[in-house]
């Protein structure tokens, strides 16, 4: 069974930082395009950040240059630092695996990001 387990949201003050964790299990991990993307109350999920199995890196527009993405293959665990957090950064966090070349396509739960005074 695969899982994705994301964990690390919360409560942060705007210009704060905060760092996300998601935990793959049940997949060979490291062929997988790591993700992350984000779903505002009312709006679409939209894509955040993305990591290929050799490390290149794409980033939306609006968190380039304060958010980071890494993985440990080693742990099958993908990363996201977030940092100069703003209330529109508020929404909930889902990690994804993908990997065209097999047409398989996962999702975590989710984990809610709030970033508030």
């Known amino acids: 069974q695969v899982q994705l387990v994301e964990s690390g949201g919360g409560l942060v003050q705007p210009g704060g930082s905060l760092g996300l964790s998601c935990a793959a299990s049940?997949?060979?991990?490291?062929?997988?395009?790591m993700g992350w993307y984000r779903q505002a109350p009312g709006k679409q999920r939209d894509m955040v950040a993305t990591i290929t199995s050799s490390g290149y890196t794409n980033f939306a527009d609006s968190v380039k240059g304060r958010f980071t993405i890494s993985r440990d293959n080693a742990k099958n665990t993908v990363y996201l630092q977030m940092s100069s957090l703003k209330a529109e950064d508020t929404a909930v966090y889902y990690c994804?695996?993908?990997?065209?070349?097999?047409?398989?396509?996962?999702w975590g739960q989710g984990t809610q990001v709030t970033v508030s005074s």
């Open positions: 049940g997949i060979f991990f490291s062929p997988y395009v």
């Open positions: 994804n695996a993908v990997r065209p070349s097999r047409g398989t396509n996962y």
